[in-house]
């Protein structure tokens, strides 16, 4: 079980991230608990880089702090995009098996 907090675990070294399977083994951890640690820890102050490769550092960088911070924006806001796009309602039904063929599964029930 993890002792201290997550920044304790996390490298200060860009050139050497923590990977998220380093990270979990050595607090116990699944990745989500984790995730929601590094978020509590961003909340109290810590600068905590998310690498897209999916590793994590510690930055005493205002620069590569800010360099994030921006990066996760514009991800935010592609997101927001995509989801802008998408309709409330899930379309009619599609058959994915071809015009006119049924399911090769049995019915709920039919089994």
Same mark, same amino acid.
């Given at each position: 079980?993890?002792?201290?907090?997550?920044?304790?675990?996390?490298?200060?070294? /860009?050139?050497?991230? &923590?990977?998220?399977?380093?990270? +979990?083994?050595? &607090?116990?951890?699944?990745?989500?608990?984790? /995730?929601?640690?590094?978020?509590?820890? /961003?909340?109290?102050? @810590?600068?905590?880089?998310?690498?897209?490769?999916?590793?994590?550092? @510690? +930055?005493?960088?205002?620069?590569?702090?800010?360099?994030? @911070?921006?990066?996760? /924006?514009?991800?935010?806001?592609? &997101?927001?995009?995509?989801?802008?796009?998408?309709?409330?309602?899930?379309?009619?039904?599609?058959?994915?098996?071809?015009?006119?063929?049924?399911?090769?599964?049995?019915?709920?029930?039919?089994?």
């Amino acid at each position: 079980m993890m002792k201290g907090h997550i920044e304790d675990y996390i490298s200060r070294e /860009r050139e050497n991230p &923590t990977s998220k399977k380093v990270l +979990t083994a050595q &607090t116990g951890l699944n990745e989500r608990a984790a /995730r929601s640690h590094i978020a509590e820890a /961003r909340r109290r102050g @810590v600068p905590i880089i998310g690498l897209l490769s999916g590793g994590y550092y @510690v +930055t005493e960088s205002p620069e590569e702090w800010k360099a994030f @911070v921006e990066q996760e /924006r514009r991800r935010a806001v592609a &997101t927001f995009k995509r989801l802008a796009i998408l309709p409330e309602e899930a379309p009619d039904q599609i058959n994915l098996f071809g015009a006119g063929a049924s399911s090769p599964l049995p019915e709920h029930g039919q089994e």
